[in-house]
Nanobody
Framework: LQLVESGGGLVQPGGSLRLSCAAS????????IGWFRQAPGKEREGVSC????????KYADSVKGRFTISRDNAKKTVYLQMNSLEPEDTAVYYC???????????????WGQGTQVTVSS
């Protein structure tokens, strides 16, 4: 399973970015997709997750109300819309695939290479 993230970059506080996680070489439907992030010197943490059918979504408390996860199975892509970005959101963002959502990154078996998000004025 190959996942490719894109959409990261440098944005000012209060700005927005939309991250994409594209599946390559496999169909996305059987998998839940999670977004995780890792800041320098910190552990990787769960940000959001979407179930296979999009019926269930989960968010970390730190991003609730600001981030929205969605998926387009036909395009084999999962999105993370990030609004009202804060400097604390600065991290490398990863997407990962597994059969069900989990808060724990160790559960996920397939990972993308990550995309850098930097929130700074």
């Amino acid at each position: 399973l190959q996942l490719v993230e894109s959409g990261g970059g440098l944005v000012q506080p209060g700005g927005s970015l939309r991250l994409s996680c594209a599946a390559s070489g496999f169909t996305l439907e059987p998998y839940a997709i999670g977004w995780f992030r890792q800041a320098p010197g910190k552990e990787r943490e769960g940000v959001s997750c979407i179930s296979r059918s999009s019926s269930n979504t989960k968010y970390a408390d730190s991003v609730k109300g600001r981030f929205t996860i969605s998926r387009d199975n036909a395009k084999k892509t999962v999105y993370l819309q990030m609004n009202s970005l804060e400097p604390e959101d600065t991290a490398v963002y990863y997407c990962a695939a597994e059969l069900a959502c989990s808060d724990s990154p160790v559960v996920f078996s397939s990972w993308g290479q990550g995309t850098q998000v930097t929130v700074s004025s």
